[in-house]
Nanobody, 124 residues
Framework: QVQLEESGGGLVQAGGSLRLSCAASVRTFSNYIMGWFRQAPGKEREFVAAMRWSGGNAEYPDSVKGRFTISRDNAKNTVYLQMNNLKPEDTAVYYC?????????????????WGQGTQVTVSS
């Protein structure tokens, strides 16, 4: 059973930065896609970033490209989401997810495992 636990959310002013962490319970994620999603009140869950645990290029939607960066630390079994130049519209609960595949997907339903989420609030 894979367990994911997010941390690092909080309140930040517009233009500020936060780094989210996702600690994974399974040692071997070599054939997984690791993703970040977010969900604002009254809205659908939205894709934010994804990368192969084995490395390579990451994927981002236009709304966060150039501001957010996904990365991982193999030794710590942890995935990160560095968020810079935050905007009020980035306010949401952020979720870490894992997909048992080597192919990228932006669809939440295609991810097998989810964390509990961490709140990010950006004030104007």
């Amino acid at each position: 059973q894979v367990q994911l636990e997010e941390s690092g959310g909080g309140l930040v002013q517009a233009g500020g930065s936060l780094r989210l962490s996702c600690a994974a319970s399974v040692r071997t994620f070599s054939n997984y896609i690791m993703g970040w999603f977010r969900q604002a009140p009254g809205k659908e869950r939205e894709f934010v970033a994804a990368m192969r645990w084995s490395g390579g290029n990451a994927e981002y939607p236009d709304s966060v490209k150039g501001r957010f960066t996904i990365s991982r630390d193999n030794a710590k079994n942890t995935v990160y989401l560095q968020m810079n130049n935050l905007k009020p519209e980035d306010t949401a609960v952020y979720y870490c997810a894992a997909r048992s595949s080597v192919y990228y997907s932006m669809t939440p339903d295609s991810y097998n495992y989810w964390g509990q989420g961490t709140q990010v609030t950006v004030s104007s």
